[in-house]
């Protein structure tokens, strides 16, 4: 049925959406490629694991715990791997991305030891709950996740757009210096981009473990390069292009699974990044700069 | 004599250590013209299957089968570095992981050929086909007071050792030519070296395309040292292993990628107790290298210094106050 493929494409799509804006977000004020986002998106799924399944706690405890633990990995992740480079003399412009990849690396491997390397089942009450409309069923954790992702995009969205701290965050994207000139605590401001990134990609993890019911310490690899693939399609640092990339991967994702070879679902979107990265540097909806893909 | 101080166990490690150099070099050589891949995991794998499949499935002699995995997987480089030149950076290095989980994919999803995630088994050992050889024109181990299987690794060992010194020695030159000043000068400050004359395009697919040919050759030799290989070896975690190699060595010299490659994979077997929580500790080395040390442990002016050391133990130098310039 195409109608309830394009509903479990959107579901998944908007899931990647708010991986991807958390990578968007720190590219767009740090410039940097933020490598540990999808380790940081799966300790959030192991969080929802741990107080829903484990500890048997209703839903929304997941949700703030996921929040308040993916924020202080945030923060850790900015004091120790890339407040620590700026501004050094000499550093290569690889140096924060091979950084974060350590962090990635450290924290996969901590979720092995901690968690252990299986999946783990990820409950919730309402799991079978489905709505008919027709011929379609609609599940009702599908519309939750939907809603959840609309809400937080829009969040985000007059958050940059409306209030003080957003301003100072575009600001320093546009120019750290001269933001700093301006009185913007560019500091600070850089520390709260790298906490709400993070913090979405917790929200992110505890949606993805409603949605597939399984959590495991490899998931974080693979959201992470999918979340990396959507920033290209949409255009680095582009918000934006970040919500429309993530939609039009996971629908095509899914379709592929739904009519084509599902072994090669996960290569859909490294291959579309290499021919993004060819054809349009820039990305889908990127401007068409001369510095862009440089 | 020989015989008891070779134990098979230690020869393994020390083939390791020479196929992970092979590995730190690849990575090296993309690095010197300041272009970083994560794809060389990709392109061993591409050597190590082409390798494999050419000597298990068409009976082609192991030491052709090395050679046109490293071909292929260099011709892959070139395909791959041309576009690529387009990108440099952090988009170079996203592409490039890409690449490699694109062949990874392949790896595990073309069943009728490389067998899927079960991997390649039954990869003819080089080690062995050389003992076979030998013994057919009536050579025995027992000559050098050796067991058989002590022989076969140490075959394996002296092959690689003898590939090593060629690779160092090669790369030691090129360093000091036209072409490793290009890359230097193209690392340094890509629009400057344009603007002196370098030939940009050239140079840098070279350096890419000696990198995916280097780690294709190593890869061939690792489908034919371990004799069985799976789409798991080359996968993400190999392409960090190799960054490793180099970032914890030293990315400015040919010693740092050597350095960084005998260190990272005697460690872990030295220390046992280490070994489980290998990951984890790769993952606080790159934090801390890129935090106190980015160029790694061994830089031009460490090797310098050892250079002055040594010459001051060789007498030349009698403290006069007057230094030599090198």
């Given amino acids: 049925m195409l109608l309830e493929q394009l509903i479990n494409g959107i579901t998944l799509g908007s899931i990647y959406a708010i991986v991807a804006l958390g990578f968007t977000l720190v590219f767009g004020v740090l410039g940097i490629i933020n490598m540990a986002h999808g380790e940081i998106f799966m300790f959030g799924a192991f969080i929802g694991v741990i107080v829903t399944s484990v500890m048997g706690l209703p839903l929304w405890v997941a949700f703030i715990a996921a929040i308040a633990v993916t924020a202080v990995l945030g923060y850790m992740l900015e004091r120790i791997a890339l407040r620590p480079l700026r501004g050094k003399q000499g550093v290569s412009h690889l140096a924060p991305l091979i950084s974060t990849i350590g962090v990635s690396i450290l924290l996969e491997n901590l979720s092995h030891h901690l968690f252990g390397a299986g999946n783990q089942p990820f409950r919730n009450a309402f799991a079978e709950i489905q709505i008919q409309i027709g011929s379609i069923t609609i599940y009702l954790v599908q519309i939750l996740i939907f809603v959840i992702s609309v809400a937080l995009m829009l969040a985000l969205s007059y958050w940059l757009s409306k209030t003080k701290a957003g301003k100072a965050l575009r600001a320093t994207a546009e120019n750290l210096e001269t933001a700093s000139l301006l009185g913007v605590n560019t500091k600070r401001t850089i520390t709260t981009t790298v906490i709400i ?18 959590v495991n310490p490899q998931m974080g690899l693979s959201m992470g390069l999918k979340g990396l693939a959507i920033i290209i399609l949409g255009g680095m640092g582009n918000v934006k292009g970040a919500m429309a990339g993530g939609l039009l991967l996971g629908i095509a994702e899914t379709l592929i699974v739904a009519y084509g070879d599902s072994g ?11 021919f993004i990265l060819l054809l349009r540097p820039q990305g889908l909806f990127g401007k068409n700069t001369a510095e862009s893909g440089r | 004599m020989l015989g008891e101080l070779l134990n098979p166990y230690h020869l393994q490690i020390v083939s390791f250590v020479l196929i992970n150099i092979i590995l730190g070099i690849s990575i090296y050589i993309t690095l010197s013209s300041g272009q970083l891949s994560l794809g060389n995991a990709g392109f061993m794998g591409i050597g190590a299957y082409t390798s494999a499949l050419l000597t298990i499935n068409f009976e082609v002699p192991i030491i052709l089968g090395i050679i046109l995995g490293a071909l292929v997987a260099g011709i892959f480089g070139i395909l791959i570095g041309i576009p690529a030149l387009r990108l440099s950076g952090v988009y170079l290095a996203i592409a490039t992981l890409g690449f490699g989980e694109v062949m990874r994919v392949i790896f595990v999803n073309w069943e009728s050929v490389t067998q899927g995630a079960i991997g390649l088994s039954g990869v003819p050992h080089l080690g062995r086909e050389v003992f076979k050889t030998l013994t057919a024109i009536g050579f025995d181990p027992e000559i050098l007071g050796l067991k058989n299987n002590q022989f076969i690794y140490l075959i394996v060992v002296s092959i690689l050792l003898l590939i090593n010194i060629f690779i160092v020695w090669f790369f030691v030159r090129q360093n000091k030519s036209r072409v490793g000043r290009a890359f230097a000068a193209i ?17 840098k697919v070279l350096s890419f395309t000696q ?24 996968a993400y975690h190999r392409a960090i292993e190799i960054l490793i190699f180099s970032v914890f060595g030293g990315s400015e010299v040919i010693w740092g990628a050597i350095f960084g490659a005998a260190f990272m994979t005697i460690m872990p077997e030295a220390l046992r107790f280490i070994s489980e929580y290998r990951y984890m500790i790769y993952g606080a080395i790159l934090i801390l290298m890129m935090a106190f040390r980015p160029q790694g442990i061994i830089d031009v002016s460490l090797l310098q210094w050892f250079k002055k050391i040594i010459k001051f133990r060789k007498g030349t130098d009698h403290g006069t106050g007057i230094k030599k310039r090198h």
């Fill in chain 2, 187 to 203: 690392k340094m400050d890509e629009k400057a070296a344009e603007s002196m004359g370098i030939d940009i395009t050239y140079y």
């Fill in chain 1, 197 to 214: 990134a993070s913090v979405m990609g917790g929200i992110a993890g505890i949606l993805v473990g409603m949605a597939f019911n399984s």
């Fill in chain 2, 211 to 234: 990198g995916a040919l280097l780690a294709g050759f190593a890869g061939a030799l690792y489908a034919h040292v371990m004799a069985y290989i799976s789409p798991a070896d080359f």
């Fill in chain 1, 264 to 274: 090669y679902r996960d290569a859909v979107a490294f291959i579309t990044i290499i």
